[in-house]
């Protein structure tokens, strides 16, 4: 099983519908981060989590709110669908080093492709 | 503010040939400087990182990358090239935060294609 999971994998929905995806892992992790990547503009952040009592807006959070429900759970809500959030939504872990020396290295999810009609 | 950008968005290589995968940061401090691959319908996998030391890193499939601090570059590069490497290439830059955190900032990715 992958160490970190996100459903759907894929979802077509209507303007206006809300839409939630969801992450879950199992690396122990106590930070989460919910990625948009869209062809030609890479991976932009969205939101993301230190820990379950954390929340913080990345790059790009209009339209967009998260909950993190415990800490191997992250999910990520479209309150009301519009086109241009059509995507592909990466869910990322990460680790907090020994020392404290977090490297940052992300561990991924294998995406959910949402589609906005 | 902390930026990447790899100029080629896309690459198309023959099997067996030379690969160098060009990426370019902005930021203030010592990075952290990361690849990722992401094949078709696939999440995104780490090929390297770097964090300090030895300005020649090596990786997975084959892969290496050297930081060039007065370039501001980390070049990914592979001595032959396999069909199975076609996918999309990923260079990011870690980004403290307050209190020590990172968050890592992506560039926007080459796509490499793969003739037999």
């Known amino acids: 099983d992958a160490d970190v999971t996100q459903t759907p994998r894929n979802r077509i929905t209507k303007t206006g519908k809300r839409i939630m995806l969801e992450c879950s892992q199992t690396?122990?992790?106590?930070?989460m981060y919910w990625y948009r990547q869209d062809p030609g503009l890479g991976l932009r952040l969205i939101y993301y989590?230190?820990?379950?009592?954390?929340?913080n807006k990345g790059e790009i959070s209009d339209g967009y709110s998260v909950s993190r429900q415990a800490q191997a759970k992250f999910s990520l809500s479209l309150e009301s669908a519009i086109p241009n959030q059509t995507a592909l939504y990466f869910c990322?872990?990460?680790?907090?080093?020994?020392?404290?020396?977090?490297?940052?290295?992300?561990?991924f999810g294998e995406g959910s492709r949402l589609t906005v009609l | 503010a902390q930026s990447v950008t790899q100029p080629d968005i896309h690459i198309t290589v023959s099997e067996g040939a030379s690969l160098e995968l060009r990426c370019n940061y902005s930021y203030g401090a010592t990075p952290y400087l990361f690849w990722y691959v992401q094949s078709p319908g696939q999440g995104l996998q780490l090929l390297l990182k770097?964090?300090?030391?030895?300005?020649l890193v090596q990786g997975i499939k084959g892969f290496e990358a050297e930081f060039k601090r007065s370039q501001s570059s980390f070049n990914l590069r592979k001595p032959s090239v396999h069909w199975s490497d076609a996918a999309e290439y990923f260079c990011a830059v870690g980004a403290p935060l307050l209190g020590g955190y990172n968050k890592l900032i992506f560039g926007a990715g080459t796509r490499l294609a793969v003739h037999p």
């Open positions: 770097y964090f300090s030391g030895d300005t």
């Open positions: 990322a872990t990460s680790d907090f080093g020994l020392a404290g020396d977090n490297t940052g290295e992300l561990f």
């Open positions: 690396k122990g992790h106590d930070r």
């Open positions: 989590s230190f820990d379950v009592k954390d929340i």
